[in-house]
Structures are given as C-alpha cells and as structure tokens.
C-alpha cells in the first residue's frame, strides 16, 4: 500500500514516536473482527475466532468468513 505524503505527515502529527507502528500496522494483512451480541451465546456466531484484547466482547474472524457482509448487517 502506498500512502501519500501528506497523509503520513498529518498522522506523524497526531501519533508523534507511534508513527512507525501505525506505519508497520499499515502494512500488514487485513485482519476482520466484529462485537458480539452479549445476549446470544458465542455459538450462534460460526466463524468466530480468539478474543479481541481491547473489546470484552469483540472477536475475530477467520479467513473467509461472510459475518458482517449481509445487508442485514449493514443497516443495523
């Protein structure tokens, strides 16, 4: 991926000594996740993978998986 030069000077203005972290993260694959219902159990998810650190109840996907591309889902 090839970012422009004005956008990595904005964000090395925002993100100061983490630029070259969000630079390597840029970089590197795609990785999709989503929030969980908290009301439904985790089996009613298919294609739900290992915990998101930083959501209690977020999780990630596995390759391929269709969660979260339905019309359904986008409107809400």
Known sequence: ?????????????QLGDELP???RAMEAPA?????????????KYPDV???VPWAW????LSAGSLLGQSAAHEAG
């Open 1 to 13: 991926m090839t970012l422009k030069k004005e956008f990595i000077d904005m964000m090395a203005g």
């Open 21 to 23: 972290a969000f630079l």
């Open 31 to 43: 990785v999709r996740g989503l929030r969980l219902n908290p009301r439904l159990p985790v089996s």
């Open 57 to 60: 109840n977020g999780r990630y």
């Open 49 to 51: 993978g290992d915990p």
